[in-house]
């Protein structure tokens, strides 16, 4: 009776071995994994840093093409403004000149 309770306590002892060698091993396949992801998860932020370099280039070029396109709409405003003022005076010169030369005799 004693060989067979050794025996048991030998079957259990190699099983528990067992379920410890399968945890150790699932252990490390997860550790595998996490580094892997731990990987490219560096990698994606390396990406997203690069991307936001380029966001914040294109954003500042924007931004300055904007103000640029500001100053050109003033410039358009005002010369548009100066050519009225110029049109206004060129029709009055013009009525007035028709008025003189109605005057003189031909």
Do not use: C, W, Y
């Not at 079957?11 to 060698?21: A, C, F, N, P, S």
């Not at 997860?30 to 914040?56: K, Q, W």
């Amino acid at each position: 009776m004693l060989a067979a309770a050794m025996n048991g306590d030998e079957l259990t002892v190699k099983i528990l071995q067992g379920i410890r060698e399968d945890i150790q091993k699932a252990n490390r396949d997860s550790n595998e994994r996490f580094e892997t992801m731990d990987r490219r998860f560096e990698n994606m932020e390396r990406r997203f840093e690069t991307m936001d370099r380029r966001f914040e280039f294109i954003e500042t070029a924007i931004r300055d093409m904007a103000e640029q396109l500001v100053l050109l709409a003033r410039g358009v405003k005002v010369a548009i403004e100066a050519r009225e003022r110029f049109e206004a005076r060129v029709d009055d010169h013009e009525a007035r000149l028709k008025a003189l030369e109605a005057r003189a005799p031909h």
